[in-house]
């Protein structure tokens, strides 16, 4: 049974930092393409960044240049650094599994406010 969970979210004020993780049992992240998506509250699920087993690295417009997404294969973990965040990227984060609605954990609530 696959299971992700995820950790790091917290409160911080615009322009601070985040590292988010998600660490994977019972498969290997390595071999799937893994995402990190987020919802917002009253919205929907919205795709945030991806990394393939080719270690390609793909970024929704709004995060380029501010989001960071990488894995530590030996530890299984999937992780997105997050800087200079603003008040847009308040959201529950989630790390999923082969697509942006694919298996995915209870998610880690990111909250950007001064």
């Known amino acids: 049974q696959v299971q992700l969970v995820e950790s790091g979210g917290g409160s911080v004020q615009p322009g601070g930092s985040l590292k988010l993780s998600c660490v994977a049992s019972?498969?290997?992240?390595?071999?799937?393409?893994m995402y990190w998506v987020r919802q917002a509250p009253g919205k929907g699920l919205e795709w945030v960044s991806l990394?393939?087993?080719?270690?390609?690295?793909l970024y929704t417009e709004s995060v380029k240049g501010r989001f960071t997404i990488s894995r530590d294969n030996a530890k299984n973990t999937l992780y997105l650094q997050m800087n200079n965040l603003k008040s847009e990227d308040t959201a529950v984060y989630y790390c999923?599994?082969?697509?942006?609605?694919?298996?995915r954990g209870q998610g880690t609530q990111v909250t950007v406010s001064s």
């Open positions: 019972d498969f290997s992240l390595s071999a799937h393409s």
């Open positions: 999923a599994k082969d697509r942006v609605g694919g298996a």
């Open positions: 990394i393939d087993p080719a270690d390609l690295k």
